[in-house]
Every structure is written in structure tokens, then in C-alpha cells.
């Protein structure tokens, strides 16, 4: 008779959670350190003390709202300025890829020149060094024109990469049937070629976002610009900094949630 052997141990069983799941919780748990590092608390381990960053309540509750005031400012200029860069990157574009060579040329220096020198520079340039020459422009309009000049230097290449993607056969069919180079730029080439770019004209736009708190430098009384006026005279810059940037991250996240919409899609339009 074979005696029976003594049942072995289970083998304790691992937790096992969806990826998602597992990235929902960690979220979780470093935006709760992020709370915990600005909460003021003050604990020990052994003789290792640490203290916390404490917040100055009342100033952020009694200033909160005349800062926020700041977002719409920073809407209306980002949506502005993304409007007129478009348009540059697209003519820039077209000079780019024509055969007109002063067109070619000039387009070519203007990339070249603003690719060259830091936006902070042009928002100087605009709003103090044409001040020299009797041309005053008021903080927006500076802003807009620096912001606008600069993204669409940057964002010609992707206007002429998308032109570029449209395939030669198309527009030599619509030559073949009679339509002429700028007929065929409104009907095939320029719907495609908009396809091709809309999505990266939204991280563009998302990223002027942050960039317009470049304009604070030029007394505009954007985002960045009211924490300014609202933190330094009462020595609570950082707290009127942390409300800003509050602001700046939520509406990234907001924007590139919708982004990220667009271009699904999109994709699912290709398909």
C-alpha cells in the first residue's frame, strides 16, 4: 500500500490587473505625493526630518480668480496667433516650392531668420525695438505678431511637407483635365494637404499655450502676466505661480484630450 504524500502548498496567488488599471492606480498614487509635497506636513524618520512645502491658503483663495481672469487672455491669444501662423506657414509654403525665385528667396530668409533668433527676442524687437522708429503696437498685437511670425516659420516646413505628399499623378490628371495650377491647389491639392497637417497644427497650438507666457515680459496681463502682479508685491510668487501653472497643465490636458480625438479620427476617416 503506497501511502499518500503530504499535500503541498499553494503557491500564493499574484494579484493580476489589467495594465490600464495598474497605470490608473500609480497615477493615482504619484498625484497624491504631488498633494502630499505642498501640503505643509512635517514628519520624522529617526533623525532624518522633513518638512513639506507649506502654502500660503488665504493668498490662493483670495486671488485665485483675479489670476484665472488671465485665461481668457491667453485663449484669445493663442487662437489668434495660431490663426495667422497658419496662414504664413501655408504662403511661406507655396513660395517655398515655386520656381519664382525672389518669392523662393525671401521665404527662405524670413524661415531662416526667425528659425535663427529666440521668440523671447522677438517679443523685445516687436514691442520695444520698434518703438525707435515711432511704430507702437500695443502688448497683444506685439504678442500676436511675435507668436504668429515665429510658429508660422516653423510650421511652413509642415505646410510644405503636407503640399509635398500629394501625389504628382493627381496633379497632372487634374492639368490633364483642364483645370488650371490654381484650381488645382483649391480642389486636390490643398484638401489633402490640410488632412495631412490638421494634427499637427493642434500640438502647435497647444504648445503657443505655454509660450504666450512669454508675453508677461511685455506687460501683457495674460496668465503668467496677472500671477506677476498678483505674487510679487505680496511676496507670494510662488503661490500665484503654482495657480498659473494649474491653469497651464489643465488645459493641456483638455486640448490634447480633444488632440488626441482629432487625430483618431482621422484615422479611422483614412481607412
Known amino acids: 500500500m503506497i501511502a499518500a504524500s503530504p499535500s503541498q502548498p499553494r503557491p500564493a496567488t499574484r494579484l493580476r490587473l489589467p495594465f490600464r488599471t495598474w497605470l490608473a492606480l500609480w497615477t493615482l498614487v504619484w498625484l497624491a505625493c504631488l498633494v502630499a509635497l505642498f501640503s505643509g506636513l512635517q514628519f520624522a524618520f529617526g533623525p532624518v526630518h522633513v518638512h513639506t512645502i507649506t502654502l500660503d491658503v488665504g493668498f490662493m483663495r483670495g486671488w485665485w480668480l483675479f489670476i484665472s481672469a488671465g485665461v481668457i487672455i491667453t485663449l484669445e491669444l493663442s487662437v489668434i496667433s495660431i490663426a495667422c501662423a497658419s496662414v504664413i506657414a501655408f504662403l511661406s509654403a507655396l513660395a517655398r516650392i515655386s520656381r519664382v525665385a ?12 526667425i528659425r535663427g533668433t529666440p521668440l523671447f527676442l522677438q517679443f523685445y524687437f516687436i514691442y520695444q525695438g520698434l518703438a525707435q522708429f515711432h511704430i507702437i503696437l500695443s502688448s497683444f498685437i506685439s504678442a500676436a505678431a511675435a507668436l504668429s511670425l515665429n510658429y508660422g516659420a516653423y510650421m511652413s516646413e509642415v505646410f510644405r511637407a503636407g503640399i509635398q505628399a500629394v501625389s504628382r499623378g493627381q496633379t497632372e490628371a487634374a492639368s490633364a483635365l483642364g483645370m488650371t495650377p490654381w484650381q488645382t491647389m483649391y480642389r486636390i491639392v490643398l484638401p489633402q494637404a490640410l488632412r495631412i497637417v490638421t494634427p499637427d497644427i ?69 481607412r
Open 202 to 270: 493642434g500640438n502647435q497650438f497647444i504648445a503657443m499655450q505655454k509660450d504666450t507666457a512669454l508675453a508677461s515680459a511685455i506687460a501683457l496681463e495674460e496668465l503668467t502676466g496677472r500671477a506677476r502682479q498678483a505674487g510679487l508685491p505680496r511676496n507670494n510668487f510662488f503661490e500665484a505661480l503654482v495657480i498659473a501653472a494649474a491653469w497651464y497643465w489643465l488645459l493641456t490636458i483638455v486640448f490634447s484630450y480633444f488632440q488626441g480625438r482629432l487625430e483618431h479620427s482621422m484615422a479611422q476617416g483614412d
Open 102 to 113: 525672389p518669392l523662393n528667396s525671401f521665404a527662405g530668409l524670413y524661415i531662416s531668420l
